[in-house]
């Protein structure tokens, strides 16, 4: 094949994936993807069959699939990459028809609104819209922002689509920083100020206070959902994130 034997630094690897950097050395560091090989002095270099790898990655991360179901899925001895690329095809033909659905959808709301006829009867509102979904998104909806939804709705919606997508990176790096510091104490300086970071990031939603930023620490561990979603990027990631905010409160919301 093309260009097998090339090498690419992590950086040239996560400009050509579009992926960061720290998402790399994490996915490295949890046996996910491991470099082809490194340099005397540590830099990893990868080669074709790891970009194959991290385009599975990117793909079941698409899916909805968590780091180590994508994991085992990978490494699994009866793993073939092409009947996961035609099982990946099935499910995204899928996925693309019910977003096709969501645009009609949407196309039948406007006319509605701008109209102001009965275009659109009540159930069409939710074609598109499957109920595990709608009911996740309520769901976290409710747990995320409670009594904020409208603030929340509205901050995200004034956000253009590139902002969206940085916003999203951000919320990503942040938890994969603060992964890499679980081993430190919730006091610790650093900590503190990806914690001041993870505030600032969760302002862009609402309006938080103590009250309301105590609330969402806890949250992260009583909702199994959220528990879930940070113990997956680093096992004890919830708890250390609760503490780190309560922590960050005892402060007075300041480093």
């Known amino acids: 094949m093309e260009n097998d034997n090339q090498l ?3 950086k040239a690897l996560a400009e050509l994936a579009n992926v960061s950097i720290r998402t790399l050395h994490h996915y490295d560091n949890i046996g996910l993807l491991s470099p082809a090989n490194r340099s005397d002095k540590g830099y990893r270099f990868y080669q074709k069959e790891e970009l194959y790898r991290l385009q599975q990655i990117m793909f079941y991360k ?16 009866s793993f073939d990459l092409i009947d996961s690329l035609n099982r990946q095809r099935k499910a995204l033909l899928k996925k693309s028809s019910n977003l096709q659905k969501l645009i009609i959808t949407i196309d039948k709301t406007i006319n509605e609104l701008k109209n102001k006829e009965g275009m659109i009867t009540d159930e069409e509102m939710y074609e598109g819209f499957s109920k595990a979904d709608a009911t996740a998104y309520e769901a976290e909806v409710k747990a995320r922002w409670g009594d904020e939804v409208e603030e929340a709705k509205q901050n995200i919606q004034a956000m253009s689509k590139q902002g969206w997508k940085d ?3 951000e919320a990503e790096e942040i938890n994969l920083w603060l992964a890499n510091l679980i081993h430190k104490p919730a006091n610790d300086r650093e900590v503190q100020q990806v914690i001041q970071l993870h505030f600032q990031h969760i302002q862009k939603f609402y309006e938080v206070s103590e009250e309301r930023y105590r609330g969402l620490a806890n949250m992260y561990l009583e909702d199994e959902r959220f528990k879930k979603h940070y113990d997956e990027v680093k096992p004890g990631l919830a708890e250390f994130l609760s503490r780190g905010m309560h922590q960050f409160c005892d402060n007075g919301m300041k480093v």
């Open 8 to 10: 690419y630094s992590i």
């Open 62 to 77: 698409t899916l909805g699939y968590e780091l180590s179901e994508i994991k085992r899925i990978l490494d699994s001895e």
């Open 167 to 169: 916003t999203k990176q």
